[in-house]
């Protein structure tokens, strides 16, 4: 089977079908408009699909405070899963990491502490000095392990967002949107669906300290599994969060809340409108033929076209049927094609 690439084919293919979607909302069953929330933005992701379902200014660059620390545990979770470090390596704990500022998990300097131990005092109780003790650990200094944050979110194409440091403590050239948030998000737990399940701890112990999580969201709601909260002067209150309801996930993100209870209202509010009110559907499956090509100067005229991956939709509640799905297929395709060949 030929397979297309992913986005450059459902791109083209959809985009009748999302006219298609935005004109039947307005005679269909109605839906209460998504929330309008007094904060600096937000966005509300359909995990399997990526789609946005509500968002308020999701293009708006603004500092992420602790957020950033989710694009620390990816590339920790990198290395673990290219087993370029282990869990059980120990960490010599720097001075600089041990005198970081804002919140911590208490290491001291010059003792070694695991990668386990660190990673959960990043993810539990966002620990700046464990953040700080991971980068060194793995790129040599903070500001080498920065060039790797950025690195990784180029390739996520987090077109918006330029870290400067590993903790999310205060600096100019730190800035990200809502939308690179719940991207990098839906990164984190499709990439390392095994590592992701340590967003779920609310507390660990150590050196004889129990430390909570800070995402109370979790403590409220049994279907939230993370996964990270934020909080500056300039960045106001902060909180990504995915929740997980049968088979469907949600993303939210919420940024420059007013206070700690207004972000998790609003999370609450976001994910409850998007299981209410949205669906998802896969459409395609992987590697199922989807279509037939016309194809020129070959021994076939006609081959079966089809996708590299599932492919998912997320639309208002009992308007799949009224769907229509088109496929644009490149003109005049001309012997040889190859499987994986990109046709549309």
């Known amino acids: 089977m030929i397979q297309l690439k992913n986005m450059i084919f459902l791109r083209n293919l959809f985009f009748l079908t999302l006219v298609t979607f935005f004109s039947i909302t307005s005679f269909a069953g109605p839906i209460p408009k998504a929330p309008n929330p007094n904060i600096s933005s937000y966005v509300l992701m359909d995990y399997d699909s990526g789609m946005v379902i509500a968002s308020k200014n999701p293009n708006l660059m603004l500092p992420p405070a602790s957020i950033t620390k989710i694009m620390t545990s990816y590339i920790v979770f990198t290395e673990l899963k290219d087993k370029a470090i282990s869990m059980e390596d120990e960490v010599l704990i720097s001075k600089k990491a041990w005198k970081m500022g804002g919140s911590k998990m208490f290491i001291e300097v010059g003792k070694k502490v695991k990668v386990s131990d660190l990673l959960q005092g990043v993810i539990v109780s966002s620990g700046n000095d464990a953040s700080v003790a991971l980068a060194e650990y793995i790129s040599g200094d903070e500001e080498t392990f920065v060039n790797y944050m950025n690195q990784i979110a180029t390739t996520l194409k987090l077109n918006n967002t330029n870290y400067a440091n590993s903790t999310g403590l205060p600096n100019k050239e ?170 549309g």
């Open 174 to 343: 730190l800035y990200t949107t809502s939308k690179d948030i719940a991207l990098l998000s839906r990164a984190l737990i499709k990439d390392f669906p095994r590592l992701y399940k340590m967003y779920r701890q609310k507390e660990y112990i150590f050196n004889e300290i129990k430390q909570y999580s800070r995402n109370k969201l979790m403590y409220i709601d049994d279907s939230v599994d993370g996964i990270k909260t934020g909080f500056t002067k300039k960045a106001g209150y902060c909180l990504a969060s995915s929740s997980k309801r049968g088979s469907r996930r949600l993303i939210a993100v919420v940024l420059g809340a007013k206070n700690p209870g207004q972000r998790i209202e609003i999370s609450k509010s976001l994910l409850e409108y998007g299981f209410r009110f949205f669906e998802t559907h896969k459409v395609f499956k992987k590697d199922m033929e989807i279509h037939q090509a016309r194809v020129y100067s070959g021994n076939e005229t006609m081959l079966p076209v089809g996708l590299s991956e599932d492919y998912f939709i997320a639309i208002p509640r009992r308007q799949y049927k009224k769907i229509k799905k088109e496929f644009i297929i490149d003109k005049n395709l001309t012997a040889p094609i190859a499987k994986n060949d990109v046709v």
